[in-house]
């Protein structure tokens, strides 16, 4: 019996492979940014600060009640019996929200998260700085963590080694020089918790950190200190030590000073790719685990589900107009269903789906509406 030899894998053409390039490039793009996204700071600090909140909005669920109401009960009456024209209603949507606002701020301050909230916003700041890294070939992840037991701020990765950056704050001034004192035992604590940090990731990386510089050289803990007083005279920075570990420790207000210090000639664009993978590979593995995904901020859910739903269904209404404007029922009724037809295209696109869902919302309840003048009462259009 003759054998049949199998054809070799044709290999994709030019204009395939051009495609192929660009939807990797676009999608480790995403990553990177997803990495670095402010929404991955802060994340044992937001989780403290919700699970408190939520434990004291049950316990005084009254108190909040009546906050709430208060300013309506007030200035509601005043307006319905003693103004006039469109202050009337604007003074009672001013009432409405200010019992609001009064809510929210009542749970933070009573419930004590003020202070972790303003943690929260320090590691954003820190996030912020180390951002601006990116124009010289920096990779930023935010919120690293690959075992349940650490939970590390920040780590970049560039020409000049690899950071890892804990993120401290205090209502009071940081004495950098400090030996003593309660501020003191915090320095040290967060100098020995980051050198932890970076004896973790060191060793996480295997064999990939052989060929690259030595560990002294290659690796660099940092301690960003945040407050609400004034910035700190002199350099700004000091170095602790912490075992073998070098630790640099700087205030918040000259730390971008300190990055624009840096030499960039210590890693090429293949190193930082392969530290970077390896990192990448170890938080794609623990996140895909159940219930390990970081959590959306709230900003990020008012702009996913409010601001971009919004925003479709305007332009949809905005085409509505167009098409209405028009007296041709067979040139509505084509533009009706190529309007559709784009809707529910976008809906299956990831990234604009929530610009869809508006745009797809208002163009279908105009076609219902539409549909049921026609129908039952003989509307002309």
Same mark, same amino acid.
């Given at each position: 019996?003759? $054998?049949?030899?199998?054809?070799?894998?044709?290999?994709?053409?030019?204009? $395939?492979?051009? @495609?192929?390039?660009?939807?990797?490039?676009?999608?480790?793009?995403?990553? #990177?940014?997803?990495?670095?996204?402010?929404?991955?700071?802060?994340?044992?600090?937001?989780?403290?600060?919700?699970?408190?909140?939520?434990?004291?909005?049950?316990?005084?669920?009254?108190?909040?009640?009546?906050?709430?109401?208060?300013?309506?009960?007030?200035?509601?009456?005043?307006?319905?019996? !003693?103004?006039?024209?469109?202050?009337?209603?604007?003074?009672?949507?001013?009432?409405?929200?200010?019992?609001?606002?009064?809510?929210?701020?009542?749970?933070?301050?009573? !419930?004590?998260?003020?202070?972790?909230?303003?943690?929260?916003?320090?590691?954003?700041?820190?996030?912020?700085?180390?951002? #601006?890294?990116?124009?010289?070939?920096?990779?930023?992840?935010?919120?690293?963590?690959?075992?349940?037991?650490?939970?590390?701020?920040?780590?970049?990765?560039?020409?000049?080694?690899?950071?890892?950056?804990? $993120?401290?704050?205090?209502?009071?001034?940081?004495?950098?020089?400090?030996?003593?004192?309660?501020?003191?035992?915090? @320095?040290?604590?967060?100098?020995?918790?980051?050198?932890?940090?970076?004896?973790?990731?060191?060793?996480?990386?295997?064999?990939?950190?052989?060929?690259?510089?030595?560990?002294?050289?290659?690796?660099?803990?940092?301690? @960003?200190?945040?407050?609400?007083?004034?910035?700190?005279?002199?350099?700004?920075?000091?170095?602790? !030590?912490?075992?073998?570990?070098?630790?640099?420790?700087?205030?918040?207000?000259?730390?971008?000073?300190?990055?624009?210090?840096?030499?960039?000639?210590?890693?090429?664009?293949?190193?930082?790719?392969?530290?970077?993978?390896?990192?990448?590979?170890?938080?794609?593995?623990?996140?895909?685990?159940?219930?390990?995904?970081? &959590? #959306?901020?709230?900003?990020?859910?008012?702009?996913?589900?409010?601001?971009?739903?919004?925003?479709?269904?305007?332009?949809?209404?905005?085409?509505?107009?167009?098409?209405?404007?028009?007296?041709?029922?067979?040139?509505?009724?084509?533009?009706?269903?190529?309007?559709?037809?784009?809707?529910?295209?976008?809906?299956?696109?990831?990234?604009? &789906?929530?610009?869809?869902?508006?745009?797809?919302?208002?163009?279908?309840?105009?076609?219902?509406?539409?549909?049921?003048?026609?129908?039952?009462?003989?509307?002309?259009?």
């Amino acid at each position: 019996m003759a $054998t049949v030899k199998a054809k070799p894998p044709v290999a994709p053409g030019k204009a $395939t492979g051009a @495609v192929l390039g660009l939807r990797g490039r676009i999608d480790a793009t995403a990553r #990177r940014r997803a990495l670095g996204a402010q929404a991955r700071t802060g994340k044992y600090a937001r989780s403290f600060a919700t699970k408190r909140a939520l434990e004291w909005s049950r316990e005084f669920w009254w108190a909040l009640l009546l906050v709430f109401i208060l300013p309506s009960a007030v200035f509601v009456p005043v307006a319905v019996f !003693s103004l006039r024209g469109s202050l009337r209603p604007a003074v009672i949507g001013a009432a409405a929200a200010t019992g609001l606002w009064l809510a929210v701020l009542s749970c933070v301050l009573f !419930s004590g998260v003020a202070a972790t909230l303003d943690s929260v916003v320090a590691e954003q700041w820190t996030a912020d700085d180390l951002r #601006r890294l990116r124009r010289r070939g920096w990779r930023l992840i935010n919120g690293l963590k690959f075992v349940d037991q650490s939970d590390i701020d920040h780590v970049a990765i560039g020409p000049a080694g690899l950071l890892v950056v804990e $993120t401290k704050w205090s209502a009071d001034g940081w004495d950098i020089s400090a030996v003593k004192g309660f501020l003191a035992q915090r @320095v040290q604590e967060a100098v020995a918790q980051v050198a932890r940090d970076a004896k973790q990731i060191y060793g996480s990386l295997g064999e990939v950190r052989h060929g690259t510089p030595p560990r002294s050289a290659l690796m660099r803990p940092v301690v @960003v200190l945040h407050s609400a007083a004034a910035a700190v005279s002199g350099s700004g920075w000091t170095e602790y !030590s912490y075992e073998d570990w070098r630790v640099i420790v700087v205030h918040a207000s000259h730390f971008r000073r300190w990055l624009e210090a840096l030499d960039d000639g210590l890693l090429g664009e293949t190193e930082i790719m392969q530290l970077w993978n390896t990192l990448d590979k170890k938080v794609r593995g623990y996140e895909s685990r159940p219930g390990r995904a970081p &959590r #959306r901020t709230f900003a990020r859910l008012v702009y996913e589900w409010l601001a971009k739903p919004c925003l479709g269904a305007a332009m949809a209404l905005w085409a509505v107009k167009g098409v209405v404007a028009e007296d041709q029922l067979l040139l509505e009724f084509l533009s009706w269903c190529v309007a559709m037809l784009a809707a529910v295209a976008a809906l299956r696109v990831k990234s604009i &789906r929530h610009f869809a869902m508006g745009y797809a919302t208002v163009w279908a309840l105009y076609l219902l509406s539409a549909v049921v003048l026609v129908v039952a009462f003989g509307w002309k259009l």
